[in-house]
């Protein structure tokens, strides 16, 4: 049974530091692309990054440079560090497989003073 299970969100000031974690099981991790998704209230769900089987890594516009996506496979976990963040950035942070077309529980995220 796959399974994805992000953990690491939390309230944070602007201009502070989270990183996310999303561990998988029940599929071959390494050779899966995992996207990390953000949805906010009364928005629709966007893409922030992805991190392929080889490690390159694409983010969205409003994330390049504060955010960091990364891949641990004897972990079976993907990381997304997000620096400097900003308020616009609360949002609830998904991650997905479009191999199996499964979503994580999500985790929420809300920055603000």
């Known amino acids: 049974q796959v399974q994805l299970v992000e953990s690491g969100g939390g309230l944070v000031q602007p201009g502070g530091s989270l990183r996310l974690s999303c561990e998988a099981s029940g599929m071959i991790f390494s050779i899966n692309i995992i996207n990390w998704y953000r949805q906010a209230p009364g928005k629709e769900r966007e893409l922030v990054a992805t991190i392929t089987t080889g490690g390159h890594t694409i983010y969205a516009d409003s994330v390049k440079g504060r955010f960091t996506i990364s891949r641990d496979n004897a972990k079976n976990t993907v990381y997304l560090r997000m620096n400097s963040l900003k308020p616009e950035d609360t949002a609830v942070y998904y991650c997905?497989?479009?191999?199996?077309?499964?979503w994580g529980q999500g985790t929420q995220v809300t920055v603000s003073s």
């Open positions: 997905y497989t479009a191999t199996y077309n499964y």
